[in-house]
């Protein structure tokens, strides 16, 4: 049977696909853009027949999943939590954190099969019920060798593809072709059901793109004296990377190289520019290595067919071991809070959850593995909170209920607007003493303080 007979084959309206779900089952989502959104939809038209479906996703990103809508129906549980998600957990209804290593996402999929209920609500009690796993993510459209691209998040998509039980592919004619790498496509042959997705739900997450303050400048520019010819670059999402990005464009750096989880509109500036050419790479040369991307139409343009950008998937750009093959390895990730055992929470705020581990340990790791490399964290050194005051970033120790995402021993450096401060190999009352000299001066003597009633300070700042 040739792809394009198989294609009319497999080709069925959402409500037909969703039918395969029964009560019990596990439904897998597409990551970030890829989540599908005729499916859900369909899916929540059956929700007064469903019961116990346990639905996995990361990051989601506009549209709201209808099946938020029906708790006694759906279990919905986020990977990583975005900004929609919080919203969701805190108005709608529950929403579940799961936590992981990211870059060993495809090993749960590959290798944790042995019980099909071990990711459902019957994981821990007997039952006559027989679970089944379902992939639901979108892709490109077919190309003339049977074969779907996954876009611009590749993660674990083939690996879930891979184990799942049932595959049902969402076609969108917006989603660019991402390039690999590895593991970028599908062959329509691991394929059960074929949705075309309706024009008018076509549209990728346009992220408006924030505009750094002048702390964010800041920040970047105390990074900038780090960075220098030949260095591979990670970057995160937010404001301070892309003041990263274009002090990047601007400067007079040489030979770049790319290789992150995450591929932002940095990474334009940075290669349009010339100064991210990836010559200097020792693997994947002349290629800037991701495996997912988050931002505005110009980046998702850019990716469109761009053999500048190798998609691959996560157990590979994520694996320490593979990111600290690159020598010069450049790691800058964001955190909430520090405290001055410098500890790092990038995830958590008053006990709740509010974003992810992502692969943030992951390029800590690697970065620290890697010849020359270096990780930095960065945060601004307060905030404002609900009542208008003025907080510090910088702690005395994690609150109750906080999440360390980073151990103290695995932190390179931290950056804030105030400067940087290396913790590698240092002693707690040194680690104390250099995190306090990089916080807000208004909470230096308050911090002082607490140093000292931790034992952790030995005033030699002050002499």
């Given at each position: 049977?040739?792809?394009?007979?198989?294609?009319?084959?497999?080709?069925?309206?959402?409500?037909?696909?969703?039918?395969?779900?029964?009560?019990?089952?596990?439904?897998?989502?597409?990551?970030?853009?890829?989540?599908?959104?005729?499916?859900?939809?369909?899916?929540?038209?059956?929700?007064?027949?469903?019961?116990?479906?346990?639905?996995?996703?990361?990051?989601?990103?506009?549209?709201?999943?209808?099946?938020?809508?029906?708790?006694?129906?759906?279990?919905?549980?986020?990977?990583?939590?975005?900004?929609?998600?919080?919203?969701?957990?805190?108005?709608?209804?529950?929403?579940?954190?799961?936590?992981?290593?990211?870059?060993?996402?495809?090993?749960?999929?590959?290798?944790?099969?042995?019980?099909?209920?071990?990711?459902?609500?019957?994981?821990?009690?007997?039952?006559?019920?027989?679970?089944?796993?379902?992939?639901i993510?979108?892709?490109?459209?077919?190309?003339?060798h049977?074969?779907f691209?996954?876009?611009?998040?590749?993660?674990?998509?083939?690996?879930?593809?891979?184990?799942?039980?049932?595959?049902?592919?969402?076609?969108?004619?917006?989603?660019?072709?991402?390039?690999?790498?590895?593991?970028?496509?599908?062959?329509?042959?691991?394929?059960?059901?074929?949705?075309?997705?309706?024009?008018?739900?076509?549209?990728?997450?346009?992220?408006?793109?924030?505009?750094?303050?002048?702390?964010?400048?800041?920040?970047?520019?105390?990074?900038?004296?780090?960075?220098?010819?030949?260095?591979?670059?990670?970057?995160?999402?937010?404001?301070?990377?892309?003041?990263?990005?274009?002090?990047?464009?601007?400067?007079?750096?040489?030979?770049?190289?790319?290789?992150?989880?995450?591929?932002?509109?940095?990474?334009?500036?940075?290669?349009?520019?010339?100064?991210?050419?990836?010559?200097?790479?020792?693997?994947d040369?002349?290629?800037?290595?991701?495996?997912?991307?988050?931002?505005?139409?110009?980046?998702?343009?850019?990716?469109?067919?761009?053999?500048?950008l190798?998609?691959?998937?996560?157990?590979?750009?994520?694996?320490?071991?593979?990111?600290?093959?690159?020598?010069?390895?450049?790691?800058?990730?964001?955190?909430?809070?520090?405290?001055?055992?410098s500890?790092?929470?990038?995830?958590?705020?008053?006990?709740?959850q509010?974003?992810?581990?992502?692969?943030?340990?992951?390029?800590v790791?690697?970065?620290?593995w890697?010849?020359?490399?270096?990780?930095?964290?960065?945060?601004?050194?307060?905030y404002?909170?609900?009542g208008?005051?003025?907080?510090?970033?910088?702690?005395?120790?994690?609150?109750?209920?906080?999440?360390?995402?980073?151990?103290?021993?695995?932190?390179?450096?931290?950056?804030?607007?105030?400067?940087?401060?290396?913790?590698?190999?240092?002693?707690?009352?040194?680690?104390?003493?250099?995190?306090i000299s990089?916080?807000?001066?208004?909470?230096?003597?308050?911090?002082?303080?607490?140093?000292?009633?931790?034992?952790?300070?030995?005033?030699?700042?002050?002499?």
């Amino acid at each position: 049977m040739s792809e394009k007979d198989a294609y009319q084959r497999k080709r069925v309206s959402a409500d037909a696909a969703v039918g395969c779900v029964e009560s019990g089952d596990v439904v897998d989502y597409g990551f970030f853009n890829g989540k599908p959104v005729a499916c859900d939809q369909a899916l929540a038209r059956r929700a007064e027949e469903l019961r116990d479906v346990c639905i996995y996703s990361a990051v989601n990103l506009p549209p709201v999943p209808a099946v938020t809508n029906f708790p006694e129906s759906f279990i919905y549980i986020d990977w990583h939590w975005s900004k929609l998600t919080r919203i969701l957990h805190q108005e709608v209804n529950p929403i579940y954190y799961c936590p992981i290593q990211y870059h060993r996402g495809p090993f749960y999929y590959r290798h944790l099969t042995d019980s099909r209920k071990y990711r459902t609500v019957d994981h821990n009690r007997e039952t006559d019920r027989q679970h089944k796993w379902i992939s639901i993510c979108q892709a490109t459209p077919m190309d003339e060798h049977g074969f779907f691209n996954l876009g611009p998040q590749n993660s674990s998509a083939s690996a879930c593809i891979e184990a799942a039980d049932v595959v049902i592919i969402e076609v969108n004619r917006k989603q660019p072709v991402a390039l690999g790498g590895s593991e970028e496509s599908v062959h329509i042959s691991r394929v059960d059901y074929i949705v075309e997705q309706a024009p008018e739900d076509q549209d990728l997450y346009d992220a408006p793109l924030a505009e750094p303050s002048e702390t964010d400048r800041q920040i970047a520019a105390n990074l900038m004296p780090f960075i220098h010819d030949g260095a591979c670059i990670q970057l995160g999402i937010g404001a301070m990377p892309n003041a990263v990005g274009r002090m990047i464009a601007d400067s007079d750096l040489k030979n770049l190289g790319g290789h992150t989880e995450m591929l932002v509109d940095a990474y334009v500036d940075m290669i349009e520019s010339g100064r991210m050419t990836g010559a200097c790479k020792n693997i994947d040369r002349y290629r800037c290595v991701y495996t997912f991307a988050i931002g505005t139409k110009r980046l998702y343009d850019f990716i469109d067919n761009n053999p500048a950008l190798a998609s691959c998937n996560v157990d590979y750009t994520n694996d320490p071991r593979v990111i600290s093959q690159n020598d010069n390895m450049v790691s800058i990730n964001n955190a909430v809070q520090v405290d001055l055992f410098s500890q790092v929470n990038a995830e958590s705020s008053g006990g709740k959850q509010i974003s992810g581990n992502g692969g943030m340990w992951d390029f800590v790791l690697g970065a620290s593995w890697s010849k020359n490399g270096r990780s930095f964290i960065c945060l601004a050194s307060t905030y404002t909170d609900a009542g208008g005051n003025l907080q510090s970033r910088i702690i005395p120790a994690l609150a109750q209920g906080s999440i360390t995402t980073i151990p103290r021993q695995m932190v390179d450096t931290i950056v804030t607007e105030y400067g940087s401060a290396r913790m590698t190999a240092c002693p707690t009352w040194m680690r104390a003493e250099k995190l306090i000299s990089i916080a807000h001066p208004d909470f230096r003597e308050e911090l002082i303080q607490e140093a000292e009633k931790w034992g952790i300070w030995r005033q030699s700042n002050k002499k």
